[in-house]
């Protein structure tokens, strides 16, 4: 009745398949001859769908499914994305740890089995193979109940039901689809980047006085302090330091601070994303990244091989990475970003009633932070005040302290507090939100966002200063980014949902923290911007409207 499985490809060539069918026998099918792939999953899912009490449990289902693509039900169950659920700070959810922690059983893992061994034709016979590939199949079918208990105690069942496992389907269809990158437009975005660093290198080395490696910290530190005189030295035991904080003390000061600055910045987008994305570049002239469900212990989606989601923002040299990312022929990108997502949930949880009306009145947030903290008529908010007012905003959602708004905003640790304190006063139930918030993890060790999801805060109970005043920081914004995140997927799973369901032709393919890019044939614009917003808006009832920004354009810098 019910069936455990994993299968083995490696590089595309298919292997075998494990099977168990009572938790205790686990059996390896060899595939050869006649006994191949295709009879192996014909028969498999024969049973599977003609036989409603069987349940197919595995323990990497988005891996399961490019070989074996069965439809999002309630008879599969995928013991790592349960067991992330139950403890979302761990580093691996290998059978081997739910065999620990689910079933109070010690067995080998993976690595201890084959060491650094890939499974082959040559060593799937191997004892230790045979072995692995048993312990892979019999503990998530073993560890199933348990784990389904465990969810249900815990009050997150119908999040994993409703919410994870129908992300593990969206995630699996985006890395299925990838997205396309111009590679030769990457390859000039190179170019003029090699061509900056040069730039600033010889602009430093005048500056110097002498050519010296500016990739060496001992060396910069050398010039800089020893040679320079500049002041803010800090010594280390290598030498001095010349991390960011330095650097940024000093830069806006001397003009070889800031092109070191720049040197560094630029040559790490020339490293990263002009050199290192091109690798990733497939035969199909797409990039078919990874998206990690069980990494972020708040809840949202990582991305791998490459990094999609840390594509630069903040300047506009790192923001034209995003032209190499183009659509296929006659397909637009369309994209959509939650405007402010996190404020608004502190403000559904927080019930301050100032901060509802102003989302709801459809306000300038951070003017009217601005006119609150810095007593000024809202009219009379500058630049600056609004720039340092968005820092608070955002910086509050993060449990920022006093000292870290200084460093921000480099002004002093007194005025800074005098910033937070005024915020305080002007929405005094985020306060009592927020310390409530922490109450609540200490007694209970975990926080809970509005969808269940957990998180252990261990650091709270700690006696170290600096670990519990991380342990409230941590407390403080679990909630919201992970209600965010919640949000986010559900939003992700229903516009995926309908694409397929109402047969259109564009397709979801990336997803990067607050944002959705749908890859838009031409003749769906309007459905798809429609489609986009309505699912965005309606994907969560808060105590403020959801807005989401939607755009388009012939690339990814243009739609964002």
Same mark, same amino acid.
């Given at each position: 009745?019910?069936?455990?499985?994993?299968?083995?490809?490696?590089?595309?060539?298919?292997?075998?398949?494990?099977?168990?069918?009572?938790?205790?026998?686990?059996y390896?099918?060899?595939?050869?001859?006649?006994?191949?792939?295709?009879?192996?999953?014909?028969?498999?899912?024969?049973?599977?769908?003609?036989?409603?009490?069987?349940?197919?449990?595995?323990?990497?289902?988005k891996?399961?499914?490019?070989?074996?693509?069965?439809?999002?039900?309630?008879?599969?169950?995928?013991?790592?994305?349960?067991?992330?659920?139950l403890?979302?700070?761990?580093?691996?959810?290998?059978?081997?740890?739910?065999?620990?922690?689910y079933?109070?059983?010690?067995?080998?893992?993976?690595?201890?089995?084959?060491?650094?061994?890939?499974?082959?034709?040559?060593?799937?016979?191997?004892?230790?193979?045979?072995?692995?590939?048993?312990?892979?199949?019999?503990?998530?079918?073993?560890?199933?109940?348990?784990?389904?208990?465990?969810?249900?105690?815990?009050?997150?069942?119908?999040?994993?039901?409703?919410?994870?496992?129908?992300t593990?389907?969206?995630l699996?269809?985006?890395?299925?689809?990838?997205?396309?990158?111009?590679?030769?437009?990457?390859?000039?975005?190179?170019?003029?980047?090699?061509?900056?660093?040069?730039?600033?290198?010889?602009?430093?080395?005048?500056?110097?006085?002498?050519?010296?490696?500016?990739?060496?910290?001992?060396?910069?530190?050398?010039?800089?302090?020893?040679?320079?005189?500049l002041?803010?030295?800090?010594?280390?035991?290598?030498?001095?330091?010349?991390?960011?904080?330095?650097?940024?003390r000093?830069?806006?000061?001397?003009?070889?601070?800031?092109?070191?600055?720049?040197?560094?910045?630029v040559?790490?987008?020339?490293?990263?994303?002009?050199?290192?994305?091109?690798?990733? #570049?497939? $035969?199909? +002239?797409?990039?078919?990244g990874?998206?990690?469900?069980?990494?972020? !212990?708040? /809840?949202? @989606?990582? %991305?791998?091989?490459?990094?999609?989601?840390?594509?630069?923002?903040?300047?506009?040299l790192?923001?034209?990475?995003?032209?190499?990312?183009?659509?296929?022929?006659?397909?637009?990108?369309?994209?959509?970003?939650?405007?402010?997502?996190?404020?608004?949930?502190?403000?559904?949880?927080?019930?301050?009633?100032?901060?509802?009306?102003?989302?709801?009145?459809?306000?300038?947030?951070?003017?009217?932070?601005?006119?609150?903290?810095?007593?000024?008529?809202?009219?009379?908010?500058?630049?600056?005040?609004?720039?340092?007012?968005?820092?608070?905003?955002?910086?509050?959602v993060?449990? #920022?302290? $006093?000292? +870290?708004?200084?460093?921000?905003?480099?002004?002093?640790?007194?005025? !800074?507090? /005098?910033? @937070?304190? %005024?915020?305080?006063?002007?929405?005094?139930?985020?306060?009592?939100?927020?310390?409530?918030?922490?109450?609540?993890?200490?007694?209970?060790?975990?926080?809970?966002?509005?969808?269940?999801?957990?998180?252990?805060?261990?650091?709270?109970?700690?006696?170290?200063?600096?670990?519990?005043?991380?342990?409230?920081?941590?407390?403080?914004?679990?909630?919201?980014?992970?209600?965010?995140?919640?949000?986010?997927?559900?939003?992700?799973?229903?516009?995926?949902?309908?694409?397929?369901r109402?047969?259109?032709?564009?397709?979801?393919?990336?997803?990067?923290?607050?944002?959705?890019?749908?890859?838009?044939?031409?003749?769906?614009?309007d459905?798809?911007?429609?489609?986009?917003?309505?699912?965005?808006?309606?994907?969560?009832?808060?105590?403020?409207?959801?807005?989401?920004?939607?755009?388009?354009?012939?690339?990814?810098?243009?739609?964002?």
């Amino acid at each position: 009745g019910k069936w455990g499985i994993f299968v083995l490809s490696e590089q595309k060539e298919f292997i075998g398949a494990g099977i168990t069918t009572d938790g205790k026998k686990a059996y390896f099918i060899i595939c050869s001859m006649f006994v191949n792939e295709e009879l192996i999953f014909s028969r498999l899912r024969e049973i599977y769908e003609k036989n409603e009490k069987c349940y197919l449990v595995t323990n990497d289902l988005k891996t399961l499914l490019k070989v074996f693509p069965v439809a999002s039900e309630d008879r599969i169950f995928d013991t790592s994305v349960a067991a992330y659920l139950l403890n979302p700070s761990k580093d691996t959810y290998a059978y081997d740890d739910i065999a620990r922690d689910y079933l109070n059983v010690t067995v080998p893992s993976r690595k201890e089995l084959l060491e650094k061994e890939v499974l082959s034709v040559m060593t799937v016979q191997e004892k230790k193979a045979m072995d692995y590939i048993g312990y892979e199949t019999c503990v998530p079918f073993m560890a199933m109940e348990p784990l389904k208990k465990a969810l249900e105690e815990a009050g997150e069942y119908s999040l994993y039901e409703t919410i994870e496992l129908p992300t593990v389907y969206v995630l699996r269809h985006m890395e299925k689809a990838g997205i396309r990158v111009d590679a030769e437009a990457l390859s000039q975005y190179g170019k003029m980047l090699g061509e900056q660093v040069d730039t600033l290198a010889n602009a430093i080395y005048t500056e110097a006085g002498k050519e010296f490696n500016i990739n060496s910290p001992k060396q910069l530190g050398e010039i800089l302090f020893d040679e320079l005189k500049l002041p803010g030295a800090k010594k280390t035991k290598t030498g001095y330091s010349t991390n960011v904080d330095v650097l940024n003390r000093l830069k806006n000061d001397y003009q070889i601070v800031a092109d070191v600055w720049d040197y560094r910045q630029v040559s790490k987008l020339k490293s990263t994303y002009a050199d290192g994305l091109a690798a990733f #570049i497939r $035969a199909d +002239g797409r990039i078919h990244g990874t998206f990690n469900q069980t990494i972020t !212990a708040t /809840g949202r @989606i990582s %991305s791998t091989e490459p990094n999609l989601q840390n594509i630069p923002m903040r300047t506009e040299l790192g923001r034209q990475i995003r032209k190499v990312f183009i659509p296929k022929e006659d397909y637009v990108f369309v994209d959509a970003d939650y405007s402010q997502i996190e404020l608004r949930v502190l403000a559904h949880f927080s019930n301050d009633e100032k901060l509802i009306q102003a989302y709801h009145d459809n306000q300038d947030i951070h003017a009217l932070t601005a006119s609150q903290v810095f007593g000024v008529p809202i009219d009379e908010v500058d630049d600056l005040m609004r720039r340092n007012a968005k820092a608070v905003n955002f910086g509050i959602v993060y449990g #920022i302290s $006093a000292f +870290g708004l200084s460093q921000d905003l480099d002004i002093g640790q007194k005025e !800074a507090q /005098g910033y @937070i304190d %005024s915020y305080f006063e002007t929405y005094p139930k985020i306060k009592e939100f927020l310390d409530r918030t922490v109450a609540e993890a200490k007694e209970k060790g975990v926080t809970k966002t509005l969808y269940g999801r957990i998180r252990p805060v261990p650091e709270l109970s700690s006696s170290n200063y600096m670990q519990r005043q991380f342990g409230e920081r941590v407390a403080m914004n679990a909630p919201i980014q992970g209600t965010a995140a919640d949000i986010i997927k559900i939003a992700m799973i229903r516009v995926h949902d309908r694409l397929i369901r109402e047969k259109y032709k564009s397709r979801l393919i990336l997803q990067v923290h607050d944002e959705l890019l749908i890859e838009t044939h031409k003749d769906e614009i309007d459905e798809v911007k429609q489609i986009l917003e309505t699912e965005m808006v309606h994907a969560c009832d808060l105590a403020v409207p959801l807005i989401a920004e939607v755009k388009q354009g012939i690339n990814w810098y243009e739609a964002k």
